[in-house]
């Protein structure tokens, strides 16, 4: 049974960072694209970035460009999201996903993806 599981969330003040992590269990793991999404009140999903079966990232949505990045740690089955000069916008449900038939230019389509964690609560306060 595939298991993705988000940490890290919580409460956090306007120019803070926060690091989430993702552990996935019970697939192939170098064999999956991770993704990055989330999700604010009352508004879609919304892609972040994603990143390569060998840890290259592919790109950022333009809201978070220079301020987050994506490592993953295929040892240890383990994605993260590095999260730093945070904005009350970046408020949001943040949720890992894999995607095993995901190439370059796929990659921010949610639908693509297999399988999804539960979330982790972000919020940041002005």
């Known amino acids: 049974q595939v298991q993705l599981v988000e940490s890290g969330g919580g409460m956090v003040q306007a120019g803070g960072s926060l690091r989430l992590s993702c552990a996935a269990s019970?697939?192939?793991?170098?064999?999956?694209?991770m993704g990055w999404f989330r999700r604010a009140p009352g508004m879609e999903r919304e892609f972040i970035t994603a990143?390569?079966?060998?840890?290259?990232?592919?790109g950022y949505a333009d809201s978070v460009k220079g301020r987050f990045s994506s490592s993953r740690d295929n040892a240890k089955n383990m994605v993260y999201l590095h999260m730093n000069s945070l904005k009350p916008e970046d408020t949001a449900v943040y949720y890992c996903?894999?995607?095993?038939?995901?190439?370059?230019?796929?990659?921010?389509?949610?639908?693509?993806?297999?399988?999804w964690g539960q979330g982790t609560q972000v919020t940041v306060s002005s």
């Open positions: 019970g697939l192939t793991f170098n064999d999956y694209v």
């Open positions: 996903a894999a995607g095993e038939n995901i190439y370059y230019g796929d990659h921010r389509r949610d639908m693509t993806y297999d399988y």
């Open positions: 990143i390569s079966r060998s840890g290259v990232a592919y």
